[in-house]
């Protein structure tokens, strides 16, 4: 069965960056694009970015151009999230989600809850 | 890329049909059938539910259905359920190859 498992929650200080992990198992992972969603105290869901997993390639929310870097490591089936100058606007949930190969997500993680605080 | 408009809540009795609206621009949900629906329970994962528009992942309730004119798509969940009550996001595929979410909708079940 498909599944995609976060790595923990982490606390930083605004200025530093996080990288938040998502390793995915059950379906083969160069086959399908992997997304990344966060979701701030009482907001919506907002898409940040998707990577590619076989070639590395990315794209990204304007919002993020800059201070957002997903990387993919194919050995160990893992996604990466790092998001630099952190600030308190920053801490949310985040998501990554397996593509469905119709342009849109069909599995989630389980989040990773990102809190910036000094 | 702004995101796209929802009605912040929509309610509804048991058994009565509900719909959700989700208006973009031509460079997103007119420009594209690549509309997506999910459904979101506070502290969970988000829940997959409509893609391509209108069509439903397996296991999905056939309760759930959707639809679109112009720029505009819509959810419409029809024999409401006390389970359904959760937040509703719609989710676009754009020009620049990126995505975007709506605004969200809170469904009550009165």
């Known amino acids: 069965q498909v599944q995609v498992v976060q790595s923990g929650a982490e606390v930083k200080k605004p200025g530093a960056s996080v990288k938040v992990s998502c390793k995915a198992s059950g379906y083969i992972f160069t086959d399908y694009y992997l997304h990344w969603v966060r979701q701030a105290p009482g907001q919506g869901l907002e898409w940040m970015g998707w990577?590619?997993?076989?070639?590395?390639?990315?794209r990204y929310a304007q919002k993020f151009q800059g201070r957002v870097t997903l990387t993919r490591d194919t050995s160990i089936n893992t996604a990466f999230m790092e998001l630099s100058s952190l600030r308190s606007d920053d801490t949310a949930i985040y998501f990554c989600a397996k593509d469905s190969g119709s342009f849109s997500v069909d599995y989630w993680g389980q989040g990773t809850l990102v809190t910036v605080s000094s | 890329q702004s995101a796209l408009t929802q009605p912040a809540s929509v309610s509804g009795s048991p058994g009565q049909s509900i719909t959700i609206s989700c208006t973009g621009t031509s460079s997103d949900v007119g420009g594209y059938d690549y509309v997506s629906w999910y459904q979101h329970h506070p502290g969970k994962a988000p829940k997959f539910m409509i893609y391509d528009v209108s069509k439903r992942p397996s296991g999905v309730s056939n309760r759930f259905s959707g639809s679109k004119s112009g720029n505009t798509a819509s959810l419409t969940i029809s024999g409401l359920q006390a389970e359904d009550e959760a937040d509703y996001y719609c989710n676009s595929y754009t020009s620049s190859s990126t995505y975007v979410f709506g605004t969200g909708t809170k469904v009550t079940v009165l």
């Open positions: 990577i590619i997993p076989n070639s590395g390639v990315t």
